[in-house]
């Protein structure tokens, strides 16, 4: 096995970490910590190459495993350090750090997490992505490679980006991760006759009451909500309901951005309606797009917003007789 797929394999493992702070590191990003070390306990029989140390993956173990859990406590890189056992403290002079985003370099909540591993002595640290937050933007790796430790930087970049999208979103285009969402019949209507009807089933509803819960801001535009009164919670799961927005005809989207941005809202739900829909689209103010389908013909009614051609699709699939598509953004309309 090659170095690039040993480091694949264990950035893999910090996206698998990663992951768990969904619900709790947010509005930080979700990062994961693997540090690893060569197994044998003859470590002055070793070769000083670094490359020859890490090139077997049956030699090396994880000793040491953290994720950011809650907004305000340690890091990933906090929480692994303080996994090691005190036997294997002697370890981390020939040890990688695997890192899914780069470690930061200010004091925040809590201090900086470059410091932590400089201090620590590992020889090596795997980075999956640079911070876009502008408090470190590369300092972090700067500070690292300062110190004297060997610093590789872009492993699994795009997956790394991906999990953190809202947060990438946010800092660097200055406005919440917007997913357009809406239900339709075969025919492509979101209502029949123009009257509201129900179209998504029971695993569908709550596979949207899911996706409330994890995301910071829900909104529809004023048809939508004079008409239907939508409640816009997760009643169906479990989690935080979104911040409720309605769209007015006198608010720019421009604006209504700023405002968002503003207020620290990293991600936004776009539910409705078509008009509304298309507004965004018009604007290139989206991210990701989720349209459910049923088997049902309704004849007449409201048209759903027409799907962007640089829509790319990520997933389908069925629940019950519905069809769950989800498309991400590829490039400009």
Same mark, same amino acid.
């Given at each position: 096995?090659?170095?690039?797929?040993?480091?694949? =394999?264990?950035?893999?493992?910090?996206?698998? %970490?990663?992951?768990?702070?969904?619900?709790?590191?947010?509005?930080?990003?979700?990062?994961?910590?693997?540090?690893?070390?060569?197994?044998?306990?003859?470590?002055?029989?070793?070769?000083?190459?670094?490359?020859?140390?890490?090139?077997?993956?049956?030699?090396?173990?994880?000793?040491? #495993?953290?994720?950011?859990?809650?907004?305000? /406590?340690?890091?990933? +890189?906090?929480?692994?350090?303080?996994?090691?056992?005190? #036997?294997? /403290?002697? =370890?981390?002079?020939?040890?990688?750090?695997? *890192?899914?985003? +780069?470690?930061?370099?200010?004091?925040?909540?809590?201090?900086?997490?470059?410091?932590?591993?400089?201090?620590?002595?590992?020889?090596?640290?795997?980075?999956?992505?640079?911070?876009?937050?502008?408090?470190?933007?590369?300092?972090?790796?700067?500070? %690292? $490679?300062?110190?004297?430790?060997?610093?590789?930087?872009?492993?699994?970049?795009?997956?790394? +980006?991906?999990? @953190?999208? $809202?947060?990438?979103?946010?800092?660097? /285009?200055?406005?919440?991760?917007?997913?357009?969402?809406?239900?339709?019949?075969?025919?492509?209507?979101?209502?029949?006759?123009?009257?509201?009807?129900?179209?998504?089933?029971?695993?569908?509803?709550?596979?949207?009451?899911?996706?409330?819960?994890? #995301?910071?801001?829900?909104? *529809?535009?004023?048809?939508?909500?004079?008409?239907?009164?939508?409640?816009?919670?997760?009643?169906?799961?479990?989690?935080?309901?979104?911040?409720?927005?309605? %769209?007015?005809?006198?608010?720019? %989207?421009?604006?209504?951005?700023?405002?968002?941005?503003?207020?620290?809202? &990293?991600?936004?739900?776009?539910?409705?309606?078509?008009?509304?829909?298309?507004?965004?689209?018009?604007? &290139?103010?989206?991210? +990701?797009?989720?349209?459910?389908?049923?088997?049902?013909?309704?004849?007449?009614?409201?048209?759903?917003?027409?799907?962007?051609?640089?829509?790319?699709? =990520?997933?389908?699939?069925?629940?019950?007789? @519905?069809?769950?598509?989800?498309?991400?953004?590829?490039?400009?309309?």
């Amino acid at each position: 096995m090659s170095q690039q797929q040993i480091d694949e =394999l264990y950035m893999r493992r910090c996206l698998q %970490l990663a992951a768990n702070g969904l619900m709790g590191a947010r509005p930080n990003p979700m990062v994961g910590a693997v540090i690893v070390a060569p197994k044998t306990s003859n470590l002055k029989s070793q070769t000083s190459n670094l490359k020859s140390q890490t090139s077997n993956l049956k030699s090396q173990t994880i000793i040491g #495993e953290g994720y950011h859990v809650r907004c305000g /406590e340690g890091h990933a +890189e906090v929480n692994a350090f303080a996994s090691v056992r005190p #036997e294997d /403290e002697p =370890l981390l002079k020939d040890a990688t750090i695997y *890192v899914s985003l +780069e470690p930061c370099s200010h004091y925040g909540k809590t201090p900086p997490c470059a410091d932590l591993i400089i201090r620590k002595g590992v020889r090596r640290v795997v980075v999956g992505t640079v911070d876009p937050f502008a408090e470190v933007q590369g300092r972090g790796i700067e500070k %690292l $490679r300062r110190a004297g430790i060997d610093v590789t930087v872009g492993v699994l970049a795009d997956e790394c +980006e991906w999990l @953190n999208r $809202r947060f990438f979103t946010f800092h660097r /285009e200055h406005r919440p991760y917007i997913i357009m969402k809406w239900a339709q019949s075969a025919d492509g209507f979101i209502d029949r006759d123009y009257k509201t009807v129900q179209i998504s089933n029971v695993e569908t509803q709550r596979l949207s009451h899911q996706l409330r819960a994890e #995301e910071d801001a829900i909104l *529809v535009g004023r048809t939508t909500y004079d008409r239907d009164h939508p409640q816009l919670t997760v009643r169906h799961w479990t989690g935080p309901d979104p911040k409720r927005i309605v %769209l007015t005809h006198d608010r720019p %989207l421009p604006q209504l951005m700023q405002d968002l941005y503003l207020h620290g809202i &990293q991600s936004l739900i776009v539910e409705g309606g078509a008009r509304t829909h298309q507004s965004f689209f018009d604007a &290139q103010l989206w991210d +990701e797009l989720r349209v459910e389908t049923a088997p049902m013909v309704f004849g007449s009614g409201t048209r759903a917003a027409t799907i962007p051609a640089c829509a790319q699709l =990520l997933s389908s699939h069925t629940y019950g007789q @519905n069809q769950y598509a989800i498309y991400r953004r590829t490039s400009n309309d």
